[in-house]
């Protein structure tokens, strides 16, 4: 069985975005393999801890995909303040002569996005809705890339690193079973009170209450969990409802432009331009005539990485959740970004307008948390796991077990369909299948 097929049985997708399934991201041939460590988001620990305590298993995965896709240039890029982890891999590389180079980057947001960190490795900047095999590069999370480790030792993707931090008693490092609940994580680090929980970063993660929390399950792209008090800023901004959202744009915007000027997608040359967006917003409405409109249809590239609405925008609106909304209206009627023969060009103030993350950290009321020593590795093994069927790119897996069957860790119970984009599920829990539904899975330990 090739690294490929592995990759594929294991049920291995992208750990650091939006979860591409990895044997279909990793099948290619390559110029240019940049392994990404730099962890994006403010607070997160998880990348940072698997390069230091699984160093081993991640070179050794490095190597083998490399080899795979034939790339000349193999890069692990992280951040100049990752000094402990920079200094633990450049031993490990130096001991085993590994032709893989450390690229170190300025502690900016959000330079672990997957566009931004090809071009700060490469110079070549990916088209405005295209991927880096197009600029002849394949971008891979450290996460995932200790999932590919495991799969090629025969171990399917059924565990998560995960930082749990914020308003807790004992930030934590919690390597639990996918499908743990995420109050359970919580109970972990020492949470307690009424609090509110950031699943993802602060910038692009979700915000959802303690009750949620109760039955919301840690998947496979989970990277973080922050808690925060009820009364938080991030907690009051995500509590804008969309009506809200709309009025204040159409009354409050300036057209200062300052979301486009901090834009990371404009500022590699991409025609988004956020303010634009915003104006016919202001004159319009979310009319149907609007998503018809050239400008408009730019939000279909944005990142969503949030530096235009908690960052840039003095007037305090919401320009990148205008954006998610759109894309929405777009994705239901079969709209896709319509790709034209375009050569962006790095726009020149690029370097200087670059944002400072522990200044971002600070702006979204999260400051506090910065400089916590997430360190410390929990293990947990929870009695009851909630697997949703996607948990990734693509079609939803197809479940393969039935009511009250008995399962054993790492045994598969939802399969990709066959010539489809997904993923296989595995249970990381020996018990029984208590419930079998068109969502999820439930497995009772």
Known sequence: MDIIQKIFEAGVVGCGGAGFPTHVKLNSKVDTFIINGVECEPLLRTDRFIMLHRTADLLKAIELVAGYLEAKRI?????????????????????????????????????????????????????????PLEVDAVVSNVGTMVCVSDAIEDRSFTHKYVTITGEVADPVIAHVPVGTTIAECVGLAGATGDYRVVVGGPLMGKVVSRELAETMPIIKTTSGIIVLKSNAYLVNQAEISVPQMVNRARAACIQCSFCTQLCPRYLLGHSLQPHRIMRKLAYHGLCPAIIDDDDVKQALICCECGICTQFACPMLLQPDRVNSLLKKKYASAGIRYEKKDENPKVRPDREYRKVPTKRLAARVGVLRYYDHDVGKLVEHTPKRTILPLTQHIGVPSEPIVALNEQVGCGQIVAKCPPEKLGANIHSGIDGYVSAVTDNCIIIEG
Request: aromatic share 8%; glycine share 8%.
């Open 75 to 131: 890069v692990i890029v992280l951040k100049k303040s990752y000094q402990k982890e920079a200094e633990t891999l450049q031993k490990a590389l130096n001991a085993g002569a590994m032709k893989i180079e450390l690229f170190l980057v300025d502690n900016f947001y959000p330079a672990g996005d997957e566009q931004t960190i090809v071009c700060e490795v490469t110079g070549r900047v990916v088209p405005p809705g295209g991927i």
